[in-house]
């Protein structure tokens, strides 16, 4: 949360005001540091209900642990809030499903937190992709150690390493993936995932595989151990690569047949969260110069939570 604080003081000023900060108490002495340094003129509640009600508010920013956005996202709108969760936004498709119905009838947004979906970097990429003829192969992988991994070693649990709480190399890194590609190419017609387990049964690396009807994606991320992030988009007329997690997207290079290879970099830079706060602000304050379509991410969101359950079925 410090993380979004510090970037809305720093490049919303004057555009996006912090009028709340929901704490547990255990969290509540932080909380006030934080919003006394980014959010002087906020107020930071452990009722959440009483900041649903006495913070006035255009959006909720849902990002606590995986497994309560569901039941934090459907409070927020049922108070007339648009809400902008992080992900994934559900745990199952039902839950997902009972969002965007709640959002319809309240009449307010419910927008998924994945900055990719509103980088217009991605937007170009989407173009390309177009342009390069048959997909066959996409490739993913997104590599962190976590900084708690050596604490779960020795047998402390902490929420992103806990089944109960939705926790997970899937529901932590490789859903940025998963998001990547089913907001290119839709939905998958198969899903498998292989993993490595720890000690509670967690998956703490995985390899993700989505068959397409022209192609195969293969999705990997690890929590346990580091390496090379990076994305690769095979076609039959050119290949596009990716450095970085592809979460990020800051540039990409596309190579096609017979060409010299095209470097493409976002217009402008800002900090990664930019991209979906802005167009969420652009949203109700000036839609004419809004980029996203409504309809569009929350498909994405919908497709991934179906993704997701289709793949801890098996």
Not at 17 to 42: F, Q, W
Not at 115 to 136: I, K
Not at 147 to 156: A, I, N, Q, T, W
Not at 161 to 180: E, T
Request: a negative charge; one cysteine or more.
């Amino acid at each position: 949360m410090g993380e979004v604080l510090e970037m809305l003081s720093q490049e919303f000023e004057g555009k996006i005001e912090v009028t709340g900060i929901y704490a547990r108490e255990k969290s509540v002495e932080h909380a006030i540091d934080l919003c006394m340094k980014y959010a002087p003129n906020g107020f930071v509640f452990t009722d959440y209900d009483r900041m649903l009600q006495e913070a006035e508010a255009d959006y909720v920013y849902v990002a606590n642990a995986n497994h309560v956005h569901h039941e934090y996202a459907l409070k927020a709108m049922q108070s007339g809030h648009n809400v902008l969760v992080e992900k994934p936004i559900t745990v199952t498709r039902v839950e997902m499903e009972e969002l965007i119905d709640c959002a319809i009838q309240h009449c307010v947004y419910c927008l998924p937190a994945f900055s990719l979906l509103y980088n217009p970097l991605y937007r170009q990429l989407q173009q390309v992709v177009q342009e390069l003829g048959t997909p066959r192969m996409v490739m993913g992988h997104y590599a962190q150690r976590s900084s708690r991994y050596d604490r779960y070693l020795k047998g402390e649990m902490t929420p992103v390493f806990d089944p109960q709480m939705a926790g997970g190399s899937m529901m932590d890194l490789n859903i940025y993936n998963l998001c990547f590609t089913i907001g290119l190419f839709g939905p998958p017609r198969t899903v498998a995932y292989a993993r490595n387990l720890g000690f509670n049964g967690i998956d703490l690396s995985g390899t993700l595989v989505c068959h397409y009807p022209t192609s195969v994606a293969t999705l990997s991320a690890s929590k346990d151990s580091d390496g090379w992030s990076h994305g690769c988009i095979q076609c039959e007329d050119g290949w596009i690569e990716i450095p970085g997690p592809v979460s990020v997207l800051n540039e990409f290079t596309v190579h096609r047949r017979g060409q010299e290879p095209e470097q493409h970099t976002l217009p402008e830079q800002h900090h990664r969260l930019w991209w979906e706060f802005e167009e969420a602000r652009r949203l109700i304050e000036d839609q004419q110069q809004c980029h996203i379509i409504v309809p569009y991410v929350t498909r994405v969101a919908q497709e991934i939570a179906i993704a997701l359950e289709r793949m801890q079925n098996i």
